[in-house]
């Protein structure tokens, strides 16, 4: 499943990411990893609100179509 398809309050592994190297790298300074436990707090129009580790970040709804969890 990609994680655009997870629903608010849901936790979900990150089993891959899908993407241009650069994309990658965004995704990785916001500590979304493959391994890593996120957890969905919002969804807003166009994006969507992640509890990564304990940090908050926004993400387009686009890039989370490339993020495919469990």
Do not use: F, T
């Not at 608010?8 to 995704?27: T, Y």
Request: hydrophobic fraction near 45%; proline fraction near 0%; charge should be positive.
């Amino acid at each position: 499943m990609m994680l655009d398809k997870v629903k608010v309050g849901e936790r979900v592994e990150v089993v891959s990411l899908e993407g241009k190297e650069e994309i990658m790298k965004k995704l990785w300074s916001m500590g979304i990893r493959e391994g890593c436990i996120v957890e969905v707090v919002q969804k807003l129009g166009r994006g969507m609100v992640l509890k990564v580790d304990n940090s908050k970040v926004a993400i387009s709804k686009a890039l989370a179509r490339g993020i495919k969890v469990r």
